[in-house]
């Protein structure tokens, strides 16, 4: 016997997802608009805004040559820091393990327009120029616990009875991690670097402080494009982020548990 | 398996991002924290005398006037979140697991979109020429102005902040045995009297730490406040943009950014401890 459910729910599912949706939904439909202005429903379809794209310096330039670059940067970095991060607190035992192990995950709990504020005074201090190495020095800060969230959930997943059973076959236990444990973490540590990569590419609190010239990210000059007024190319620029986004969610959902990542 | 050596090889791998955060989060918070007990010099910008004045100006009425609009926009929003929240976290939890796999995509696609572009997405929909002024043009209504204004900021941070409120919400209640909902209504209980006394409950764990998140993200917000508020509607977030960068009053803006993480901690730590007693209380010892 099952009591019927209040009419609440699916009207409050529907207005949330509509609220998440539409907004990007609204986004890509500006995108392809023939006309001028940000009109929705667009007044007709055209791929004009998509050519003000590739043909915009700024755009290409924060698009391919900053965000991309920074992106990928930090997936690599964060994916090293974080897996070796994860294995520390996970695998070994040693006085003040629990409170490293919070301590890693300390910069999700700072506001990040914060930490980009102090980041910005930090490198002024030191006399570090805005630079691809000061934005992906920053990412790395907040991309990083991601990493060590899916490593942590792929460790404790495993079977701790197969790198017994290599060892006890005479592997040592480096060997019994490499050969057994390290590739049954593929998925968890591809979809870390594929987190620090989405946190990277769609960052804008730190992004603020840290974008100098040659070094404005794609969303930070999206969003100096919309203070200034624009046009739909700023539209065409945000569906590109939105797809690629979407794709690399689609990806993790595939290989990993998407639930552990958030 | 864990490893207990005599030697320190945990250093070898968990010492990097250590170093690292040490290097790149302490520091520079702690600098923070010395700035803002130094002099705003308009000259040399930080002059090396101490003072309170920092902290002392937050007394003025335009300063606490700022922390209780920040302070309201982000409590009206976590409420509004959790009210909207709590149904659908219910429903993805209960639902089939295909069901629930596209939930959770279409809710974490957007949430990994930058902010800018879903507030930007908000001020096409709520703006003068927008869908929601179109469509009461069409219903013969006359068109209202809500861009700049509390609501569409408040409009802006529910829906870029509510994954946040979901997410923990249906963890909780997926751990929810379905058998204690099916007692419940067998006993002749209504959905409604269920949920106030099975789901609500049990899940308040999973409400502690959504609303959590929400209040402090929606305290720091800086893009949706000055995309859909503008200069009418300021909050903390512009106020700290404004003095790093524009007017360089940086140990000014250094001590509401230490008022800021100090207010997010303390708010952490309570929820720690609320959750934990909960945790405690469901034992049955």
Redesign the interface.
């Known amino acids: ?6 009419v ?6 529907v ?3 509509t ?9 890509i439909g ?1 995108s392809f608009n023939a006309g001028g ?4 429903p667009p007044r007709g379809l055209s791929l004009r805004w998509y050519s003000t794209f590739f043909a915009s310096t700024p755009f290409v330039t924060a698009f391919f040559r900053v965000s991309l670059v920074v992106g990928v940067l930090t997936a690599i970095g964060a994916t090293m ?2 897996a ?2 994860a ?8 006085p003040g ?1 629990e409170a ?1 192990e919070a ?2 995950l ?2 999700l ?7 980009g ?6 490198f002024v ?1 030191l006399g570090m120029k805005p630079s691809l190495l000061t934005m992906t ?2 990412h ?2 907040i991309s ?1 616990p991601y990493v ?1 969230r899916s490593v942590t959930a792929g460790l404790v997943g495993i079977d ?1 009875r197969l ?2 059973a290599a060892m006890s076959l005479g592997a040592s ?1 480096a060997q019994a991690f490499f050969k057994v444990t390290l590739p049954l973490l593929r998925s968890s540590l591809m979809s870390g670097a594929i987190f620090a990569f ?2 990277s ?5 730190l992004s ?2 840290l974008s100098g010239p040659g070094t404005t990210t ?2 930070m000059h ?2 100096s494009e ?2 200034w007024g624009g046009d739909p190319t ?2 065409a620029a ?1 569906a590109l ?2 797809v690629i ?2 794709l690399l ?2 990806l993790v ?1 595939r290989v990993f548990r ?2 552990l990542m ?1 | 398996m864990q490893i207990a050596s005599r030697r320190p090889w945990w250093l070898l791998f968990a010492g990097p991002y250590g170093l690292y955060l040490v290097i790149l989060l302490v520091i520079p918070i702690a600098q923070i924290a010395a700035f803002s007990v130094l002099t705003y010099s308009p000259t040399r910008i930080v002059a090396r005398e101490l003072t309170a004045g920092n902290y002392t100006r937050l007394l003025d009425p335009y300063f606490v006037q700022l922390f209780l609009r920040t302070m309201r926009l982000a409590l009206i929003t976590t409420v509004i979140c959790a009210v909207l929240g709590y149904p659908v976290a219910y429903v993805l939890a209960r639902a089939r697991p295909s069901v629930m796999a596209v939930g959770l995509f279409l809710l974490v696609v957007p949430l990994m979109v930058s902010t800018v572009i879903r507030t930007f997405g908000w001020t096409v929909i709520l703006g003068r020429n927008g869908l929601v002024n179109q469509t009461l043009l069409l219903l013969g209504l006359d068109p209202i102005r809500i861009m700049y204004t509390e609501t569409a900021v408040i409009i802006g941070l529910v829906n870029v902040f509510i994954p946040f409120m979901v997410l923990p919400l249906m963890a909780a209640i997926e751990r929810i045995p379905p058998s204690l909902e099916e007692a419940a209504t067998n006993l002749g209980a209504s959905w409604v009297q269920m949920f106030a006394r099975v789901i609500l409950p049990m899940s308040y764990p999973g409400l502690v730490s959504g609303a959590l998140l929400v209040y402090t993200v929606s305290l720091s917000a800086f893009v949706t406040p000055v995309l859909m508020g503008g200069a009418r509607v300021r909050v903390v977030g512009s106020q700290i943009f404004d003095e790093v960068l524009v007017s360089f009053n940086w140990p000014g803006a250094s001590s509401l950014a230490l008022v800021v993480i100090a207010v997010t901690l303390i708010l952490v730590f309570l929820a720690l401890r609320l959750t934990r007693n909960v945790a405690r209380g469901e034992k049955p010892s």
């Open positions: 016997m099952s009591v019927r459910r209040p609440v729910l699916p009207v409050a599912v207005l949330v997802y609220g998440l949706l539409a907004p990007l939904l609204v986004v500006v202005g940000f009109d929705f820091l974080g070796l991060a294995i520390g607190v996970v695998r070994f035992r040693f393990r490293l301590f890693f300390t910069p709990l700072v506001p990040h327009i914060l930490l504020a102090a980041l910005y005074l930090y201090r020095l920053s790395l800060v990083t060590i701790p790198e017994e236990r989405i946190i590419f769609s960052d804008i609190n603020l402080f794609l969303p999206i969003f919309i203070q700023i539209a945000s982020q939105i986004v979407g969610i689609l959902q998407l639930r958030i």
